[in-house]
């Protein structure tokens, strides 16, 4: 085990677990003993759809993107390979009798594969039979398309206990649109697994070990005091956590043997929460568990740093911001909440705190003006509505903006010979396919080299193949061992992308 | 220590039970209601903490009390597992344990697809990595500031064991079954080895207030019935406590539960009627009914600030008082009705409120007072008031489609079809020479809309007296309003209307409508969606309540009677 390590612990243990990531020293220590670095998946989920003419009419020109549409991820066209021509079949089977199951059918599709409906296998048939009187029923009928565990769940159940947090999901705005559907994209075992939405609270959760007391970030400390052995009284504070979770675990397998089939999937997603809090229990490392901060597995990058403490929670009240701006209109400012996620979820990776992160912003039921600043006066919904209107083309292209801006980071981090980048797969899509509120056919692209895995700087045009077939690429180079991704019926194989 | 002699007399009168002597509780303590643990103040008859008189296994029926089978034939509503509400975990917190509420962060809850408003649908409420991570923050924090007093008089094992017995049936809401007790000691003597006996003590609490007895409710029921059961006697005192107060069962609910005292519908009635004259029923009714006008997150609601620079936070935070109040009024000095909820001629208004809606000031400067709704018919109860007709409103403009979806489905409970598939939807356009009215008719008269807009709009239309805001309008874009409304579609209220206080009457006056108060607050008390053999449970209820006018404390009360919320299909 090595010196650095111990010396970090101790760091955690005067300071909090944010306290470490501060201090250089440490970070080069270990930076210099990296060979190897972690592979990441960054899923960006754009609601609403991505305003372009699909088609093939330029052949493989990529330009045809990043001259248009994409424009703001000009910087990374060398890094792109963009799939045109996805068929999100989800389309061919989303609901129609009762509203807003398009998006977030859609969505859970983009990141999980289609299914067949589980209890009527498509539209026509769904509608057909049902008390529309019933809504209940009817949605117990129809909705879970979607495969039942997103590709973020799925590998956070191969890839996630290498690190702190198994995956983490940050949305900006995504829970304030009051739109009644907050398009719930990613699921694990049918259970929704929602992004974090509060920047400071995501702050506190991942770099304050719930342990923040003030603003600002810890000052450095001396190194050199640092003892070079196990401290006992943090081995207590190991003991104390790991008992008390072990018995959780008991209560939960307790439960769970007499608990209705239906709450058995509750209570494995709170048994994962609990596994994740293990993983940061602060001698993990020490006790040969997986890597965790500073333990043997973690793998932080040359810039691992706190990210800027966020100013404050949400606003609390409606219009807060009043006279500061042209934020005036709405009082949550998206710009801010961007910003600060982008920072969290960068240094997320970076310090390899995880490996998994997906980022959204709004979510695509929003009913407020977030975009006044861009002189857009519509709310996100009713834009979706307007096939590519021009305040909805203004408002995906600031999203592509806020997305460009956090690849940029990776790309700009080196590692090895290369960057993050380099290291990863940042897989961009969104639910409502080329913009026109409908689901196919749908532009998904993924930026990266997946350790040297991918041949980027390209277009693939998918020839209407299944975003399943997307997905499956991507889950297996990152390691999963999938055979199908959702229902096997819209599965044609893995593409080659090497 | 310094009241232990005095209350390990009380203790060994009560219940002679060796380790009882333990002084485990912290200081300062408070007499929380309900609190009931041996050696804290309030502690109720029953809770001696002796282990071996525990049930076998979780949800399973404690004490002697079972409740009767299931009725043959009869169909019942599903089994669920409810994870506490936020509010519910923070007041069970401060139940528990000399603390006041938790007001850190906590995961927002997600609302129900169905009911649209609801923040308590279990499907929905689950523990997800944000949650654990954020309990396991505040069982840290509570139990670093918990000031554990010193074990006297016995060994610290049974002073522990004292503790694990009678705080774990608070916080699990019925005794600890033999392995669970099992399991805690064997936690407690781990860190009393390791950190000793504070750290033990500290160490069961934090654990506790982790575990899935407290975080969830169980509707487990009697195992022995097969699919059909009954729930434990404990489970339906925690039924009743978390529906009409969000917390914990008290003292009496508990002694109740032990006593064989929550087997009949009369027994039931009793306690919810104990209950709904506790000051802790009424912010839990509160919460009911700002949730049945989708009032109850009004704070994320923002406004154009160009458009309606009077809509301050100090206006947002006065409309969302004004309908607290107006509901507590009615609830607790009214007569309780969906009638008078819906119709009643009065309101709560500062200067800010009454100059929005034209009223004389109070008088009162910000201090919101109870003020008579003007006579000139502009306004009638709850849903003309500012924080209703704001929140079915766009941040830039009155939204009748909004307002029209609000009344079919939360007011009539009837659900909509959704826009056609694949339909690209252009939004309606500004356009200053028109008013919103004639705008939202153009749009809507597309046939591929007109299905479900024929459904909603003419109801929304109704109200378009009222501004995004809610201020009272006759005039728009220098054309008159047109408020009037019809109702098509409706068991017993088709008809043209004029205006929000209409419209109001007329639901007010509505089986349909009570109806539909009746099965939000079914779904509401349930936590979930009803099934179809449901729905005749809900129409009996409101039917006989509806001659009074609908008694929403009495709906509660007849949820709490009915043989639905004792019995259970388990799957």
């Known amino acids: 085990m090595s010196k650095a390590i111990f010396k970090r612990r101790s760091l955690l243990q005067q300071l909090g677990a944010a306290a470490f990531l501060a201090t250089p020293v440490f970070r080069s220590v270990i930076s210099e003993a990296q060979t190897t670095f972690p592979l990441r998946l960054i899923l960006l989920n754009l609601p609403g759809g991505i305003p372009y003419k699909g088609g093939t009419a330029d052949g493989n020109q990529l330009d045809t993107y990043f001259d248009g549409i994409y424009k703001p991820f000009a910087a990374l066209e060398s890094d792109a390979i963009v799939f045109d021509n996805i068929n999100n079949h989800a389309g061919d089977m989303v609901a129609t009798y009762f509203e807003l199951e398009g998006h977030g059918g859609g969505c859970r599709s983009m990141f999980g594969g289609a299914v067949k409906n589980q209890g009527c296998g498509g539209a026509a048939a769904c509608d057909a039979g049902i008390d529309p009187n019933n809504e209940a029923a009817y949605n117990a009928k129809v909705l879970g398309y979607g495969t039942a565990t997103t590709i973020d769940q799925q590998l956070a159940g191969v890839i996630g206990g290498r690190t702190p947090f198994t995956s983490l999901h940050f949305g900006s705005l995504w829970d304030k649109g009051q739109g009644g559907d907050h398009a719930e994209c990613f699921y694990n075992n049918g259970q929704a697994v929602r992004p974090m939405s509060d920047p400071l609270a995501a702050f506190t959760r991942i770099f304050g070990n719930g342990l923040p007391t003030g603003g600002g970030t810890p000052a450095p400390t001396s190194t050199a005091t640092l003892p070079t052995t196990p401290d006992p009284a943090l081995m207590n504070l190991y003991q104390r956590g790991k008992s008390r979770l072990d018995l959780l675990y008991a209560e939960i397998a307790e439960v769970k043997a007499i608990a209705g089939a239906d709450e058995q999937t509750k209570l494995d997603l709170h048994l994962t929460g609990l596994r994740e809090l293990e993983g940061r229990l602060p001698m993990v490392g020490a006790m040969g568990g997986p890597g965790t901060m500073g333990g043997p597995g973690a793998m932080p990058g040359s810039g691992c740093a706190l990210p800027a403490m966020p100013m404050a929670a949400a606003p609390t009240t409606a219009t807060s911001q009043q006279g500061s701006g042209p934020v005036d209109y709405v009082n949550y400012d998206i710009q801010s909440y961007s910003s600060a996620f982008n920072d969290i979820a960068y240094q997320s990776l970076n310090c390899d705190l995880t490996r998994i992160v997906a980022l959204q912003w709004l979510s695509s039921g929003d009913q407020f003006p977030r975009f006044q600043f861009l002189g857009c006066n519509g709310d996100h919904h009713g834009m979706e509505h307007s096939a590519n209107g021009g305040e909805y083309i203004k408002a995906q292209t600031w999203i592509f903006g806020q997305m460009a801006a956090f690849v940029n980071k990776l790309k700009a981090t080196p590692e090895g010979n290369g960057s993050m980048l380099d290291n990863s797969i940042v897989y961009l899509a969104s639910e409502m396919g080329n913009g026109t509120h409908v689901l196919s056919p749908a532009l998904s692209t993924i930026f990266g080299k997946a350790g040297g895995a991918f041949k980027t700087g390209r277009r693939v045009d998918a020839g209407g193949r299944n975003i399943n077939d997307v997905l499956l690429t991507v889950a297996n180079t990152m390691g999963l061992g999938a055979t199908t991704m959702g229902d096997a019926e819209f599965n044609g194989g893995a593409l080659s992308l090497s | ?571």
């Open chain 2, 1 to 571: 220590m310094k009241r232990l002699v005095g209350e390990s007399i009380l203790c060994l009168a009560l219940f002679g039970a060796v380790g009882c002597s333990a002084e485990v509780t912290g200081a300062p303590r408070k007499a929380a209601p309900g609190s009931g643990i041996p050696g804290m103040p309030g502690a109720e008859p029953g809770s001696s903490g002796v282990p071996g008189t525990t049930p076998a296994m979780p949800g399973t029926p404690g004490s002697t009390t079972v409740l009767p089978p299931a009725p043959a034939g009869a169909v019942f509503g599903p089994s669920a597992l409810r994870r506490l509400t936020n509010a519910q975990y923070r007041k069970s917190i401060s139940q528990l344990l000399p603390t006041p509420a938790p007001t850190d962060a906590l995961e927002q809850e997600p609302l129900s697809q169905t009911t649209r408003y609801q923040d308590n649908n279990s499907a929905a409420l689950t523990v997800s990595s944000i949650l654990a991570s954020q309990y396991a923050g505040i069982a840290d924090k509570v139990v670093k500031a918990y000031q554990v007093e010193p074990c006297v008089g016995a060994s610290e094992t049974a002073c522990g064991d004292t503790f694990i017995q009678s705080f774990g049936k608070r916080a699990y809401r019925r005794p600890l079954s033999a392995s669970e007790s099992q399991r805690y000691q064997a936690l407690f003597a781990g860190e009393l080895a390791r950190t000793g006996y504070t750290g033990a003590v500290t160490q069961i609490i934090e654990t506790m207030l982790q575990s899935p007895n407290f975080l969830y409710r169980f509707e487990l029921g009697d195992a022995s019935q097969g699919a059909k059961r009954s729930l434990s006697a404990y489970e339906v005192a925690s039924e009743l406590s978390y529906l009409l107060t969000d917390s914990l069962p008290d003292a009496a609910l508990f002694a109740a539960a032990e006593g064989g005292g929550l087997v009949t519908a009369a027994e039931r009635e009793t306690q919810a009627r104990r209950l709904l004259t506790s000051e802790d029923a009424k912010p839990t009714l509160r919460h009911f009914l700002e949730m049945f006008v989708a009032t109850s997150r009004l704070e994320d609601l923002p406004k154009a600030a160009d458009i309606y620079p009077e809509y301050t936070p100090e206006l947002n935070a006065s409309m969302k008082l004004e309908t607290q109040k107006f509901i507590d009024s009615v609830l607790w000095e009214g007569d309780a009705t969906f009638n008078t909820l819906l119709t009643a001629n009065y309101t709560f208004a500062n200067s800010s409120l009454a100059a929005l809606y034209g009223l004389p000031d109070p008088g009162q400067g910000s201090t919101l007072v109870k003020t008579p709704l003007n006579s000139d018919g502009q306004r009638l109860g709850i849903l003309t008031q500012g924080s209703v007709l704001a929140q079915h409103s766009k941040a830039f403009e009155s939204f009748p489609i909004a307002r029209g979806k609000f009344v079919r489905i939360g007011l009539l409970c009837q659900p909509l079809p959704s826009p056609p598939k694949n339909l690209a939807v252009m939004p309606v356009a500004p356009d200053p020479s028109l008013t919103t009215r004639e705008r939202f008719s153009a749009h809507s008269a597309n046939p591929a809309c007109s299905g479900c807009h024929t459904l909603i709009d003419p109801v929304g239309f109704g109200m378009e007296n009222y501004d995004g805001i809610g201020k009272y309008r006759t005039t728009e874009n220098g054309k008159p309003v047109d408020a009037s409304g019809n109702f098509t579609s409706t068991l017993d209220i088709d008809g043209p209307f004029q205006g929000g206080p209409a419209l109001a009457t007329k639901i007010a006056g509505s089986l349909e409508g009570k109806q539909c108060l009746t099965l939000q607050a079914y779904r509401w008390a349930f936590g979930r969606d009803e099934s179809s053999a449901e729905r005749g449970v809900v129409n009996t209820i409101a039917q006989e309540l509806a001659a009074g006018g609908l008694n929403i404390k009495d709906v509660t009360v007849a949820i709490a009677k009915s043989d639905n919320f004792v019995f259970r299909t388990f799957k």
